[in-house]
């Protein structure tokens, strides 16, 4: 069993909207990688039985998504935009700041990502997709270090409650 109880009473109540259970896929993931930290073989062979179908199917749906993550990715998701907007204003600066300030840090993963929709106040960043902007690499960095000590309350890897 990969669920907790309380989160395969979840999964029970998001399939029941569904339907067809086939459609709650995607929420389960969001629930299993909340729950794990990221998105296991046993979480998706779970899923596939709690909604009828295969593992390879749910392998396929999920592996389309970059926010489900097929290793552990730490506590924290930290993704840098640095698309063209990003770009000329300092988002490849962040990125490389924080890549080399956690690069060795177990719960912080640092990843490059595409238009997160907030070119008005390039550069940005989501932490476990909470919004960040108007960024600069120090700044960037006295974020995540508020996630890690407590300051700001992250959310679960998948941007829900966890
Ligand atoms: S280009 Fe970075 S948020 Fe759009």
Redesign the pocket.
């Known amino acids: 069993m990969t669920f907790t109880a309380k989160n395969l009473e979840r999964a029970h109540a998001i399939i029941a909207q569904y339907p067809d259970p086939h459609s709650a896929i995607l929420p389960l993931a969001h629930v299993a990688q909340d729950q794990d930290g990221w998105l296991t073989n046993e979480a998706m062979a779970e899923i596939a039985e709690l909604v009828g179908t295969s593992s390879a199917d749910v392998q396929g749906v999920c592996s389309f998504y970059t926010m489900y993550k097929r290793r552990p990715c730490g506590k924290l998701v930290v993704s840098v935009?640095?698309?063209?907007?990003?770009?000329v204003v300092g988002?490849p600066e962040v990125l490389h700041h924080l890549e080399a300030r956690y690069g060795a840090d177990d719960d912080v993963f640092v990843e490059e990502v595409?238009?997160?929709?907030?070119?008005g106040?390039?550069?940005?960043m989501q932490v476990n997709y909470e919004y960040h902007e108007h960024l600069t690499p120090e700044m960037a960095a006295a974020i995540v270090d508020d996630y890690k000590s407590g300051v700001l309350h992250a959310r679960g890897v998948s941007g829900g409650s966890k």
């Open positions: 935009c640095t698309n063209v907007t990003c770009l988002g595409e238009c997160l929709a907030a070119c106040n390039a550069p940005a």
